[in-house]
């Protein structure tokens, strides 16, 4: 069950404290296909099964910048912001890929609130720390802090 959180107050009572975990997701072939086709990223390592296989993971896996870009889709079964008209993504700070994701793998998205700075009236910066994990894995496959600038 997502963590509902009301506005910037809500935010800040929660700074430091790990909200939970999303649900698994299966990484498919297919959705590591149409990142490649979205980006022009076509190394043999992300879209070729059978080179793959003699690769140093064994088989395909995916982008690290797919891996990333789940959050916005994952995220909201951890937390739902609420007494926000909108929030837009700012950037990101200190991101790292320290293990790969393989297709057919499950993965899943842990999020903490690092920090909350307030910009103007009604106006918040909010870094979160993302950790995507792969079922089974010794270490995550992304950790990344995602900033994100929401208005009340």
């Given amino acids: 069950m997502a963590t509902e959180i009301n506005g910037i107050a809500g935010m800040k009572a929660l700074v430091g404290q790990h909200l939970g975990y999303s649900d698994w997701l299966e990484i498919t072939q297919e959705r590591v296909n ?47 912001a609420t007494g926000f008209k909108m929030g837009v993504n700012y950037g990101c700070g200190k991101v790292r890929f320290p293990s790969p994701v393989p297709v057919g793998s499950n993965l899943r998205l842990g999020v903490e609130i690092k920090e909350v700075e307030e910009l103007a009236p009604g106006q918040a910066q909010c870094t979160y720390l993302y950790t995507f994990e792969v079922e089974g894995a010794s270490k995550p496959s992304c950790v990344a802090e995602v900033i994100v600038r929401m208005y009340e």
């Fill in 34 to 80: 149409q990142f490649a086709e979205a980006t022009g990223d076509f190394q043999w390592i992300h879209v070729d099964p059978e080179r793959a296989k003699d690769g140093p993971f064994g088989g395909t896996i995916a982008h690290g910048y797919l891996t990333l870009s789940i959050g916005p889709m994952l995220a909201p079964q951890v937390m739902q």
